[in-house]
């Protein structure tokens, strides 16, 4: 049946939900040029921050700060909607620092949900997506709920914890996306009927505190800092409302947990899905932890217009009134009452070997997943992929080549390289170990990594890019200054550890060059962290330089591995299920040797 463009039941990208992946991904269609509806279970929940209110943290920072570069619109939301910003790591080297913001979880959605609203050509649909429209191995469309059909020449799945979710507290269970929100039944059965892999994963959440209970004389106070730099390159000022609290568990909480872990369904056999091993839950940190006599909790209010707080650090998913009497034993919670239960959550995943470096499906074409669909948690690691999902289907329908960040072009590039590359048994959570060329993807430098991309493909608007040229031109034109001035003497005096930034400030005002001083501190850092690790920097340009050939030696995508004389069983396997479409991608896959990678160079010299 042919569908004109111009019906009502067509569109040139679909995206199914409208979390944090959604969102990125309906934008980037949206402001793209290509006609693009959203269709969301609930529109009162765009944006929903279903977990912890916060944005950004470690190597998180870093994701948000590289969305915003490509055009996205999560570096915006945040400083806009914000309540307290800090940076972490300030004590360790520039690589690892990143930056992290406390919602206002309510305002930030209303946020996203207008910027959703506000997009030219964007349509926003409250609705359930049963199941695929597939015609030849190509996505043309989805089934809603009730029977209607939309047609497509894209869809982007970016479900959450949506497909067949099922919610525990303690022994009692019940269907949904989240509390509150229906599950996707149906879907996953559609994905598996054309010859998708899924497995199941398990998340989970605290309990939600009422502020009048609790004490926060007896809790430890913690500020945010007023001199944080957005997260977005065309934002220029930080307010910071509110405070959070540290408090800690002890040994009567943890005997409470102990007591009662017959009654958690961790515990009891009954969840089946794989949790987060690096942010377990309450139960899990007991029993792993034994020998840990306390456990941090910090307490997040999570709106300016609501007393309710997230004790960060108490994921649960023990019955309600285990919650409250574990609760209790806190420092500063002696009284506190419970307004939300914690949960957890279990939801089917596919396996992401399963997609192209594009996010694109290798099973079906035009088809493309983002988010915890691909088995990854957290909000950032959502947008990071929902805006790299929106691109890349545009740029499918446009008939133009991928946008393909590698690994030492941005976080994101690392996060996608690894889920393709390596899969994933559990929520994947990005980390700044994770990257070989940290030093060069630092926080500080994603607009100088990213924005010509986001330009180029027609996503950055003109203020953030212009914002962009302004600092590079600045960031060359004192580093230029600082090499010549004096033959040098600052340009060396930066690279002993003592001098900073503010002795660098000092010596400008001395009049060392008056011309120098309408240079910001954010430009100021970002040359002394350059002039401080140019030789560390060089080194690993000079490494990605080497290994460059690899990734332009092409795998022809129809090769059947087992053809290949010297390769073990286990790496063929291996490379039959995950096909690499580089010599330097099968590198990086668990179990396939040096020599193995060796035996492929020479194969595709001699074709």
Known sequence: ?????????????????????????????????????????????????????????????????????????????????????????????????????????????????????????????????????????????????????????????TTGTFLKGLVHIGLFSYNAGRAGDFAADKLSLSLIENGFELGRLKTGTTPRLDGRTIDFSRLEEQKGEDDFIPFSIEDKKISNSISCYMTYTNEKTHNIVLNDLDKSPLYCGVIKGVGPRYCPSIEDKVVRFKDKERHQVFLERESLDSVEYYPNGLSTSLPLNTQLKFLRTIEGLKNVNIMRSGYAIEYDYVLPTQLKHSLETKIIENLFLAGQINGTSGYEEAAAQGIIAGINAVLKIKGEAPLILRRDD??????????????????????????????????????????????????????????????????????????????????????????SVVNLEAAFNTGIGTESNHYDTDILNRVKLFIKYEGYINRQREEIDRLKKFENV??????????????????????????????????????????????????????
């Open 554 to 607: 092409k795998l022809d995508k129809d090769i059947d591995f087992k053809v290949i004389p010297g390769l073990s069983l286990e790496v063929v396997e291996k490379l039959n299920k995950i096909k690499p479409e580089t010599v330097a991608e099968a590198g990086r896959i668990s179990g396939v040797t040096p020599a193995a990678v060796g035996i492929l160079l020479m194969r595709c010299r001699k074709s």
């Open 1 to 157: 049946m042919f569908i004109k463009k111009n019906e009502d039941n067509f569109y040139d990208v679909i995206v199914v939900g409208a979390g944090h992946a959604g969102i990125e991904a309906s934008l980037a269609a949206a402001r793209m040029g290509l006609r693009t509806a959203v269709i969301t279970i609930n529109l009162d929940n765009i944006g929903q921050m279903s977990c912890n209110p916060a944005i950004g943290g470690l190597a998180k920072g870093h994701l948000v700060r590289e969305v915003d570069a490509l055009g996205g619109e999560m570096g915006r939301a945040i400083d806009r909607t914000g309540i307290q910003f800090r940076t972490l790591n300030t004590r360790k080297g520039p690589a690892v620092r990143s930056s992290r913001a406390q919602a206002d979880m309510f305002r930030y959605k209303t946020y996203m949900k207008t910027a959703l609203e506000s997009e030219y050509g964007l349509t926003i649909i409250q609705s359930m997506v049963d199941s695929l429209i597939i015609e030849q191995r190509k996505v043309s469309g989805v089934v809603l709920w009730a029977g209607e059909r939309l047609y497509s020449s894209a869809v982007i799945l």
């Open 410 to 499: 941005a976080y994101i590039g690392v996060l996608i390289d690894d889920l393709i590359v390596l899969g994933t048994n559990e929520p994947y959570r990005m980390f700044t170990s994770r990257a070989e060329y940290r030093l060069l993807l630092r926080e500080d430098n994603a607009d100088f990594r990213l924005c010509e991309y986001g330009k180029r493909i027609g996503l950055l608007g003109e203020e953030r890019y212009s914002v962009y040229k302004d600092r590079l031109f600045k960031f060359n034109e004192l580093l230029s200054f600082l090499k010549t001035y004096e033959n040098g003497k600052y340009y060396n005096m930066l690279k002993r550890p003592d001098f």
